[in-house]
């Protein structure tokens, strides 16, 4: 057993959908709508200014700015990172309470109800995703009206990280199920994916050679961030090679 | 021809008493000491609770350095918990008789800071009151924890150096407490009584002591060196930016020692200052254990520059860049403290043989554990501050809450020991054999 | 049935003593020492039978395996990944098997040593000397009113001869 996944532990690995996410960093303007997205779709809380100012700010997808040059001759590419959902993560086998593991779709699952708050797996963590809940979530008024009800708020002392939209993945199976369908490639969308005005992000199962996002990994344009760390992320990054 | 008493000038009867006789009565200064620690305490413990009720944002930690004082106090206290093993155990097997009025001093270290450093791990989680999740035990939750996880290699290690370094004190105390026994009335003799176990002093009992402590010594020891280990894996198990290394468990387990030398040596002298042990800790132990000293602070600057000269050769985008902010500005200060800390000055006031006295190989332990504890803090911090990821890149200050539980750890070291040195002779007496002027 | 408490103050007259007792037919298991310190030099000629080293390993032995086979166990019946580590894995568990194993060690070490020392579990019924504050009381069970030990006891030059009944 020396390379154990978690669809060879948990059931056959046909059977389940492997969930992978494209970025094609050409499209990407930069704009954070993803950003937003991801914010009012997962129920995150906003830190003010005094917080964010000392770096307690959440953002499960944030834009990171690379700038090549000089003023006013000046190039910004933009890199959406969220989660990799790598297979090989270094997070998971720190935690000493299985509050994060890998699942037979492939994602790295957070379990907030486990978490102890060790922050171990924050720090193993290469690409700086996790966030840990500083304080009991507060919403600035009216903003608590607008909560999504199908993900959990977190409590303080837990940390909490993108989870693919699970409860959209969760919400698109139902659906399949209760019109008696396969899952068909693009029934998944994140909220980052939904709201991309670029159309730079692409979702789906990457153990189907024909869905979309199968393809982009395959289009020879794709790498993956940090993979000579070798964690194996689910997330691929298409630029023109330059 | 020797008599039974080993002592020579000071018969074994007279060095019971002398030794007893010391123990600290409750006098007012000994009532203000306690309650000058208890109040440093009760403030970090308010601190504590403070964090705790409400939200650990009160705490300078913050993303991406996610660790903070509290690590950093963890693997410090370890550290010196390391001071008993050393000398009560490496020298009881090689028997170096010199060790036997120091024993029980750093014995009675090894434990208290066991009892200290095994507070941060609780303190440094944010929900402390599901800690016991880590505990592998049939749950209502169907779940155990992660046996691959090295906090919980953590959680075994320090539980069973606490359990093996406690008995470890204890044992050589038994006869001592029936002494102790004899020679009191009331509650305070039945206490007594009940803790030494039914103590008689028959040869039986005393072959099984002294087997069982050599016995002991050496599991402690091969304890000691995994648990140092173990908290070293904590950072090399991680992929974080010069924490994935294969030297930190010796590098650790190095600085374990040399640390906890330097807190007995200054322990040793606050108490002979203080309970006039001025001739049963005398200049000869100081010099021994400053030689030690030296000894250790070479060996840990070899892997100190071993560790950096690799990383700065090797010259990995993601090591490098920690390399570098630990070379220059605040970081880059207290490296050199550090090393001044650690190596100059200990190298400088104990090479010189016209410098050394009890009083600079005291100075040397202090600047050793300012500079063992900003080892520590220049392992922890920089590495989490500068990720491999440029945009995640942050910084770290402590706030009062860290700052004031700190100063609680120190000021509980104190209180313990204060505590334990009233209720038990800080010296074996039974033990006690000047092995030094003797013949 | 009496015990003869003999106090001595310098050690070859002490270990002259058990070796006379000893050539005399004494047992070892009738003579015992009492005294404030340890007495070396009564070590070799008393020495005690001792099984603590095996006991210490037999018990580490018994925990170490008993830890590592209760994590294998555990971690197949309820198999989580993380990593993308093998479930069960000797590098994975490594350092807790040593942990327990040393745990098992210090364990055992103190089981034996109560056991050996008489501590807690004792079940010697022989009354206990007052300790003098230097030097050592050695005690004789022996045949009441055995002439000849105590003349040897008094003869190697024992400062403090005292008889004491079984019964007190």
């Known amino acids: ?242 | 021809m020797p008599a039974l008493a080993t002592v020579p000038g000071k018969s074994a009867a007279r060095v019971r008493d002398d030794i007893l006789g010391r123990m600290p009565g409750t006098n007012a200064a000994y009532v203000a000491a306690v309650a000058f620690c208890g109040a440093i305490v009760a403030w970090a413990l308010f601190a504590w609770g403070y964090q705790v009720v409400g939200g650990f944002g009160h705490t300078g930690i913050r993303r991406p350095t996610y660790w903070g004082f509290y690590i950093v106090n963890f693997v410090f206290w370890i550290g010196i918990s390391h001071a008993g093993t050393l000398i009560s155990a490496i020298l009881r097997l090689t028997g170096a008789n010199w060790r036997k009025p120091v024993t029980r001093a750093a014995e009675a270290i090894t434990v208290f800071c066991l009892m200290i450093g095994g507070m941060f791990p609780l303190i440094h989680i944010g929900r402390v009151w599901l800690f016991y999740w880590m505990i592998p035990y049939p749950n209502e939750r169907l779940l155990w924890p992660n046996f691959r996880s090295p906090l919980f290699w953590d959680l075994t290690a320090i539980l069973t150096y606490l359990f093996g370094s406690l008995i470890y004190l204890y044992l050589p105390l038994i006869p001592d407490l029936a002494e102790l026994a004899r020679r009191s009335a009331g509650a305070k003799r039945r206490l007594y009584l009940f803790l030494s176990l039914g103590w008689t002093g028959s040869d039986r009992q005393w072959q099984a002591l002294e087997r069982a402590m050599k016995l002991m010594s050496l599991v402690i020891l091969a304890i000691a060196v995994s648990v140092h280990s173990v908290v070293a894996y904590d950072f090399s198990m991680s992929v974080a930016p010069t924490w994935h290394n294969t030297i930190f468990a010796p590098y650790f387990v190095v600085g374990a020692i040399f640390s906890g030398i330097a807190a007995l040596v200054l322990v040793m002298a606050v108490l002979r200052k203080l309970m006039c042990l001025e001739d049963y800790l005398r200049e000869i132990h100081f010099v021994n254990l400053g030689k030690l000293l030296v000894l250790m602070s070479l060996i840990w600057l070899y892997f100190t520059f071993s560790e950096h000269l690799t990383t700065w050769y090797g010259n990995l985008p993601g090591e490098i860049r920690v390399f570098n902010i630990r070379e220059h500005g605040l970081y880059g200060f207290l490296f050199w403290t550090m090393v001044a800390c650690n190596f100059a000055i200990p190298f400088v006031l104990l090479g010189i043989s016209r410098l050394r006295s009890i009083f600079t190989i005291a100075l040397s332990s202090a600047a050793v554990l300012l500079g063992m504890w900003i080892e520590r803090f220049l392992i922890v911090v920089p590495s989490l501050s500068t990720p491999y990821l440029p945009a995640a890149w942050g910084d770290y200050a402590p706030s009062w809450v860290e700052l004031s539980i700190t100063a609680g750890t120190f000021a509980a070291m104190a209180l313990l020991y204060l505590l334990f040195v009233k209720a038990f002779p800080i010296i074996a007496i039974w033990e006690y054999d000047d092995g030094i002027s003797a013949r | 049935m009496e015990y003869l408490h003999a106090e001595y103050q310098r050690t070859e007259d002490l270990a002259a003593a058990i070796r006379l007792l000893q050539a005399d037919g004494v047992s070892r298991r009738a003579l015992e020492l009492y005294s404030r310190r340890p007495v070396e030099a009564v070590t070799q000629l008393l020495p005690r039978r001792s099984r603590m080293s095996l006991g210490a390993v037999l018990s580490a032995i018994a925990v170490g395996t008993g830890a590592t086979v209760l994590m294998y166990w555990i971690q197949l019946d309820y198999p989580l990944v993380t990593g993308g580590m093998p479930i069960v894995s000797g590098w994975a568990t490594a350092v807790v098997t040593f942990e327990a194993t040393m745990a098992g060690a210090v364990f055992g070490t103190l089981l034996m040593l109560l056991k050996e020392s008489g501590l807690v579990l004792s079940r010697r019924r022989a009354p206990v000397p007052d300790l003098p504050d230097e030097g050592a009381v050695l005690q004789v069970e022996c045949e009441t009113g055995a002439p000849s030990i105590r003349a040897l006891l008094k003869n190697t030059g024992a400062s403090r001869i005292e008889v004491v009944d079984s019964a007190a």
């Open chain 1, 1 to 242: 057993m020396a390379d154990t996944t978690a669809s060879q532990v948990e059931g056959d690995a046909q059977s389940v959908p492997q969930w992978a996410m494209a970025i094609d960093l050409d499209r990407c303007t930069g704009c954070e709508a993803c950003v937003l997205a991801c914010s009012s779709e997962n129920n995150i809380p906003t830190a003010g200014p005094d917080q964010a100012a000392k770096g307690r700010s959440k953002q499960w997808i944030r834009i990171d700015r690379y700038y090549e040059g000089e003023f006013p001759d000046i190039k910004v590419k933009y890199r959406p990172v969220l989660c990799q959902q790598c297979d090989e993560a270094p997070c998971e086998p720190v935690c000493p309470v299985f509050a994060t593991y890998q699942n037979a779709e492939g994602l790295n699952v957070q379990i907030y109800n486990r978490c102890i708050g060790t922050r171990y797996c924050a720090n193993n963590c290469p690409y700086t995703v996790r966030f840990f809940n500083w304080f009991t979530p507060e919403w600035d008024d009216p903003l608590e009206l607008q909560l999504n009800p199908d993900v959990s708020i977190r409590p303080a002392g837990v940390v909490e990280k993108c989870t693919f939209c699970a409860h959209r993945i969760k919400r698109a199976k139902l659906d399949a199920e209760a019109e008696d369908r396969e899952l068909a490639d693009g029934d998944v969308q994140p909220a980052c994916v939904q709201s991309c005005p670029a159309e730079a992000m692409v979702f789906g199962d990457k153990s189907d050679p024909d869905s979309r996002v199968s393809k982009m990994i395959a289009s020879g344009r794709s790498e993956q961030l940090l993979s000579e760390l070798g964690t194996k992320p689910r997330v691929f990054y298409l630029s023109k090679a330059d």
